[in-house]
């Protein structure tokens, strides 16, 4: 018998004595078939098989990081799971050291997928530093594809069927964007018996996340930030509680009870992202177009909610001179915040040069605050800061922690703090109790 590869598959000639449970029998060119990502259980099962999938040769790839004894730790029981699995770890902790030390040891061919074209550059700029070898780069106007290699998620699955068989090794950051149909197909269709998946938070999403758990060999190791606290700058969260004005009060409940109506009528229960997925597929009707245009108007008055200016400015003097970020959940409200306090605003619209100049001025301590939409809640790696300000956001522990995660980089007697501005009365505290459970370091009074 032979395996060999093609077009997101693993094919077998001849006749097999036995039959693995996930290979079928395929009428059109009559041989058993199988998806790629069972390349690794066919060869356990088939020892004795001829095997021309990949065509690669073993790589030195050595480095000098010097690795925290949980990074270490981490890939140790990664590499015991025959090289596959889920590593969950806070921003600021070192992901990419994790991911570092993998490549080394695997030292065969590897593809690193990431999300952003940011983040390929990011991890194409480190890898070619630490390993001092040629890295290719698959999205963002570039396709050169070398031993190590670094593409955009979207990339990946537009080349499935042909790079399937190019790499051993499949490293996924921010892994938790394979649990999506689309892109769950890169890890169903590449054939690489490694794999390992980084992110922040493991959010379990039912049947989303048991793709991850078939496809990448789950979560093999987590630490969260209570327990790196020796690694990480000392922090707390203070939540500030705002009231609405009188017509902003009456206009959001308004709007609220107009979307909760039609949820009650309809029976929808919002548990989290996929059941407001299914409100929007309901919502292709007069009745429905309501309740959307509703809950729009009201989430906006929360998110926009005048006195939040007020407290921006507060707590921008307070903490004057200190690197400060002032998160929020849509473009419009960034754009709005720099525009009342003169401070660049980041968001996907911002150029990368212009992106990289600000980071820069950040940095250098030339500008000491930067507005963001969600364009940073995900790997990108932005300049220290020890203040942040959470203006809106989703239940998402991830982004939550992710924007944590930015005010940790330790230094010397550094005390970091984020603040929650929450519009009282409004849906944003339930929204805050979500994205923050499993967080320490949170404090109720709102006081500032």
Excluded at 19 to 42: C, T
Excluded at 48 to 75: G, M, T, W
Excluded at 360 to 377: C, H, K, Q, Y
Excluded at 405 to 430: H, N
Aim: charged share 30%; net charge neutral; proline share 4%.
């Amino acid at each position: 018998m032979k395996l060999k590869y093609e077009g997101g598959r693993l094919i077998i000639l001849g006749e097999p004595d036995r039959l693995h449970p996930s290979v079928v029998f395929d009428d059109r060119i009559q041989h058993y078939v199988a998806e790629g990502y069972q390349y690794a259980d066919l060869k356990k099962f088939y020892p004795e098989i001829e095997d021309s999938v990949f065509s690669d040769v073993p790589l030195n790839l050595k480095h000098e990081e010097k690795l925290r004894q949980y990074q270490k730790h981490a890939v140790d029981i990664w590499a015991s799971n025959t090289n596959t699995g889920i590593v969950v770890l806070p921003t600021a902790a070192g992901k990419t050291h994790v991911g570092i030390e993998a490549i080394s040891r695997v030292s065969s061919s590897t593809l690193v997928i990431a999300p952003t074209i940011e983040l390929v550059q990011q991890w194409r700029e480190r890898l070619s530093r630490v390993f001092n070898i040629k890295v290719g780069q698959i999205g963002g106007g570039e396709k050169d594809i070398q031993d190590v290699t670094v593409s955009t998620y979207d990339s990946a699955y537009l080349m499935a069927e042909t790079l399937g068989n190019r790499f051993r090794f499949l490293l996924a950051d921010e892994v938790h964007h394979l649990a999506a149909e689309k892109y769950a197909e890169i890890a169903r269709m590449y054939a690489s018996p490694f794999r390992l998946g980084l992110t922040a938070t493991f959010e379990r999403l039912d049947m989303l996340h048991e793709r991850l758990e078939q496809f990448m060999g789950g979560k093999v190791f987590e630490l969260g930030y209570e327990e790196l606290s020796e690694y990480l700058a000392n922090y707390e969260i203070i939540r500030i509680p705002v009231e609405l004005e009188p017509e902003e009060e009456e206009e959001y409940h308004r709007n609220r009870e107009i979307f909760t109506s039609y949820l009650r009528r309809h029976r929808i229960t919002m548990r989290g992202p996929w059941d407001f997925e299914k409100f929007i597929l309901s919502s292709w009707n007069p009745e429905g177009r309501e309740a959307l245009i509703a809950w729009r108007t009201a989430r906006e008055i929360a998110f926009n909610a005048r006195v939040k200016v007020d407290t921006v400015r507060y707590v921008l003097s307070k903490h004057r001179n200190e690197r400060t970020i002032i998160f929020t959940e849509d473009t419009s409200s960034a754009y709005l915040i720099s525009k009342e306090f003169l401070i660049p605003c980041i968001t996907y619209l911002t150029p990368g040069k212009e992106r990289k100049k600000y980071f820069d001025m950040f940095r250098s301590g030339e500008i000491s605050a930067i507005a963001t939409s969600r364009v940073l809640d995900e790997g990108v790696d932005v300049p220290d800061a020890s203040v942040g300000i959470v203006l809106s956001g989703s239940g998402s522990a991830r982004q939550f922690r992710q924007r944590l995660g930015r005010l940790l980089r330790p230094s010397q007697g550094k005390r970091s703090v984020l603040y929650e501005v929450l519009a009282s009365g409004t849906s944003e505290y339930s929204t805050s109790r979500r994205r923050r459970k499993g967080v320490p370091g949170t404090v109720d009074d709102g006081k500032a």
